[in-house]
């Protein structure tokens, strides 16, 4: 089994900045993409960003040039560092991790979640 555990949330004002981080444990051989979602209220959860192993990164188009993605694989951890924060930015954001186990297939893993509040 495979524990991805976020931190970081919290309130900020419109313009500020905050950086969550996102570690995977347990049994993992290697990760393939890991990521960032968020999900509104009444809104369907949605991509923010994604960064493979390799560390090509995607954006959603809302984020780009005020959000970064980055990993360190040697501590299994993806970050997302948030710059310019808009009242819409609020949500609950996830991490999510694609982990090999030393099968020929991958598994999907999910954060449990991290509350980002942008007050305006």
């Known amino acids: 089994q495979v524990q991805l555990v976020e931190s970081g949330g919290g309130l900020v004002q419109a313009g500020g900045s905050l950086r969550l981080s996102c570690a995977a444990s347990g049994r993992i051989f290697s990760i393939n993409d890991m990521g960032w979602y968020r999900q509104a209220p009444g809104k369907q959860r949605e991509l923010v960003a994604t960064i493979a192993s390799g560390g090509r990164t995607n954006y959603a188009y809302s984020v780009k040039g005020r959000f970064t993605i980055s990993r360190d694989n040697a501590k299994n951890t993806v970050y997302l560092q948030m710059n310019s924060l808009k009242p819409e930015d609020t949500a609950v954001y996830y991490c999510?991790?694609?982990?090999?186990?030393?099968?020929?297939?991958?598994?999907?893993?999910w954060g449990q979640g991290t509350q980002v509040t942008v007050s305006s």
């Open positions: 999510n991790a694609d982990v090999q186990q030393g099968t020929p297939w991958s598994k999907d893993y």
